[in-house]
C-alpha cells in the first residue's frame, strides 16, 4: 500500500478481511484512502476494497459473486481466489488492526508536526499548540475496539445464542462445595466477579487455588496472577492439590513414585489449562490493571490462550490511581468489574474473575467468638460489594481451626439465591481450601 511501505500483499489481503468484519478498521482505512495516503499496490485487494467499500456489512458471498464476474486475464483472479479461500485467523486479524492503528497514529503526528510548524513559522504562536493538542487528542482517541452497542430487535437470534451457552454446564465454572454451586447455579460464571473476604490468614489464597484446581479438573483455561511475591509458593500449593501429598513434603520436592505417574499423566492431559503469572521482573508490588491486559494479550497473540478464569490474589495489591487507599481500591475493583465482562473476540462472552478482599481487622475475641462476615464488613472501601456479582466470606473460630473446618457464607449474588452458610472440612495441608468428600450445610 502506497504510504506504507511495509504493508506487503499478504498484508493487504487479510487487512480486507479484517474490514469485512470490524467496521471501525474499514472507517479509518477509508479515511487514509480518501486522503490519498494510502493506496492498494495488490490488484486483488484494490479490486476487493471496490466491492465492499459502499456496502455497511460486506459479506464473503459478495465476493464470491463479484469473483465469478472477473475475467479470466485479470490481474486480480489469483489474488482473490487467496481472499476468498483462505482461513481468517482471528490472530492475524489482530496483528493487522494493531499496525494499521500504530501507521496511522504515526500519520496524524506527522500532520500535527508539518501544521503547528507552519504555523510556528507565522509566529502564530497559539494557533500552532491548538493544532498539536487537537492532534494529540485525535491520536489518542484513535482506537479500534468496539463500542459495547447493540441493534436490539436485529439481535434477537444472538441473545438466544448468548442465553443457551451461557446455561450450559461448561459455562459455569464450579468450587466443588455442592451447596454453593447450586445456589450459584452451577457456579461462577463468565461475566461476574467473585469476590471473596476473610480476616487475615484464614485461607483466601487457598480459596483461589481451589477455584483454580477445580477449574482446570473440568478441562476450563485458568489464568492466575499472583500480586504478592514470586509464584513458587502458589505452585507448590497446586501441586500439593493434584499429587494429593501434604504441602510441607511438596515444598521439599518429596513425591511419591506412583503420584508423580499419576500427576505426570494428568498434567499431559491437562495440557496448558493453567497459567501461572508473579510480577517479581517488575515493580514489586506495583502490578496494575494494564499490565494484566497486556499479559492477556500476550497470552492470546503469541499463544492462542484466552482464560475462561482469572484469579486475582489479591484485588487490594492492584496498583491503582487514588488519593487514599479507599480511591484507589475504588478504582482497582472497578477494572476487575470491566476485565470480567471484557469481550476480546466475536462470540467471546468476557471472564470469570475471582479475586479475595480483606474484611474489616477483627474485634478482641473474635477468634473464639462464632459468627460470619458480611458484605457490609469489607475493608477499606465499601465500592468493592457494590460492583461485585458474588461477595462470599471465610469464617473459623480458634476451635474450627483445630478441628480444620470453616464456614462460608455467600453473602450476596445479583442474580440467584444468597444468604447460604455452608460448613466445610478444610484440607490447607494439601495446598488447597476444601476437602471436597465432605460437606455439610
Not at 275 to 299: H, M, P, Q
Amino acid at each position: 500500500m502506497q504510504g506504507a511501505d511495509e504493508f506487503g500483499v499478504t498484508f493487504q489481503r487479510q487487512l480486507i478481511k479484517g474490514m469485512m468484519s470490524d467496521p471501525g478498521l474499514k472507517a479509518l482505512v477509508s479515511r487514509f484512502l480518501k486522503s490519498g495516503q494510502l493506496g492498494w499496490t495488490d490488484p486483488a485487494s484494490l479490486w476487493a476494497w471496490q466491492v465492499i467499500r459502499h456496502d455497511d456489512s460486506p459479506s464473503m458471498l459478495a465476493l464470491k459473486t463479484e469473483r465469478l464476474r472477473l475475467d479470466d486475464d485479470d490481474p486480480a483472479v489469483v489474488g482473490a481466489d487467496s481472499i476468498i479461500e483462505s482461513d481468517n485467523d482471528w490472530r492475524d486479524s489482530d496483528y493487522v488492526r494493531s499496525q494499521v492503528t500504530e501507521w496511522a497514529r504515526k500519520q496524524v503526528f506527522q500532520m500535527a508536526f508539518e501544521e503547528s510548524r507552519y504555523a510556528w513559522n507565522k509566529n502564530d504562536i497559539d494557533e500552532a499548540q491548538k493544532i498539536m493538542l487537537r492532534r494529540i487528542e485525535e491520536m489518542s482517541s484513535m482506537r479500534l475496539e468496539e463500542a459495547d452497542r447493540g441493534w436490539f430487535f436485529a439481535e434477537f437470534e444472538d441473545r438466544q445464542h448468548r442465553r443457551a451457552s451461557s446455561t450450559s454446564a461448561t459455562s459455569s465454572i464450579p468450587i466443588g462445595i455442592g451447596r454453593l454451586d447450586e445456589a450459584m447455579q452451577g457456579g461462577l460464571h463468565a461475566g461476574e466477579l467473585e469476590v471473596v473476604m476473610a480476616y487475615s490468614g484464614i485461607g483466601k489464597t487457598f480459596w483461589c487455588v481451589q477455584r483454580g484446581f477445580v477449574a482446570a479438573r473440568l478441562r476450563h483455561k485458568v489464568l492466575h496472577f499472583v500480586l504478592e511475591g514470586g509464584r513458587a509458593k502458589t505452585e507448590d500449593r497446586y501441586e500439593a492439590r493434584f499429587s494429593e501429598t501434604l504441602y510441607s513434603r511438596v515444598k521439599r520436592g518429596e513425591i511419591s513414585s506412583d503420584k508423580m505417574s499419576l500427576i505426570n499423566r494428568e498434567y499431559r492431559a491437562l495440557g496448558r489449562n493453567l497459567v501461572l503469572r508473579g510480577f517479581n521482573d517488575g515493580e514489586s508490588w506495583r502490578a496494575t490493571y494494564e499490565d494484566i491486559i497486556c499479559e492477556l494479550k500476550e497470552l492470546r497473540v503469541s499463544h492462542g490462550f484466552v482464560p475462561d478464569l482469572i484469579i486475582v490474589d489479591y484485588g487490594d495489591l492492584l496498583h491503582a490511581d487514588g488519593d487514599n487507599e479507599y480511591g484507589r481500591q475504588k478504582t482497582s475493583f472497578r477494572q476487575l468489574k470491566s476485565l470480567s465482562e471484557r469481550i476480546e473476540t466475536r462470540g467471546h462472552r468476557g471472564y470469570a474473575v475471582c479475586s479475595p478482599t480483606q474484611a474489616v481487622r477483627p474485634d478482641q475475641g473474635a477468634d473464639v467468638r462464632e459468627h460470619v462476615l458480611r458484605p457490609r464488613d469489607v475493608a477499606d472501601c465499601y465500592e468493592k460489594v457494590r460492583v461485585s456479582d458474588v461477595i462470599l466470606s471465610i469464617n473459623r473460630t480458634e476451635d474450627e481451626k483445630t478441628d480444620k473446618v470453616a464456614r462460608v457464607f455467600l453473602g450476596k449474588h445479583r442474580d440467584a439465591e444468597d444468604g447460604v452458610l455452608v460448613r466445610v472440612r478444610t484440607d490447607y495441608e494439601h495446598g488447597a481450601f476444601s476437602d471436597l468428600s465432605y460437606q455439610e450445610e
